[in-house]
């Protein structure tokens, strides 16, 4: 009988040792896994930060192009609307 006793209590203490290695696995797993997402969260975040700094130094340029175009396009009609006056007043005076 003491030897049944003694197989059973092995059993059990194997049972009891395996399903501890189990629970401890998990856990494990689950810190594994929240750490991975939060390596992965940080990445994206950090791929969306330069994105949209990239995108904001674009549209800056691009508007401050636009600002000398038009400044440009401005000084040369005034200037020919100048031109244009000054010769159509000559003709009408007569020089």
Request: aromatic residues 4%; proline residues 0%.
């Amino acid at each position: 009988m003491n030897i049944k006793k003694s197989g059973i209590f092995a059993l059990a203490l194997a049972t009891t040792l395996t399903l501890t290695a189990v629970a401890q696995d998990a856990s494990q797993d689950m810190k594994k896994a929240g750490a991975e997402t939060k390596s992965a969260t940080k990445d994206a975040a950090h791929g969306i930060t330069k994105g949209t700094k990239k995108a904001y130094h674009k549209t800056a340029e691009g508007t401050e192009k636009a600002y000398d175009k038009t400044a440009e396009g401005t000084k040369k009609a005034y200037h020919k609307t100048t031109d244009g006056t000054k010769k159509a007043a000559d003709t009408v005076t007569g020089k």
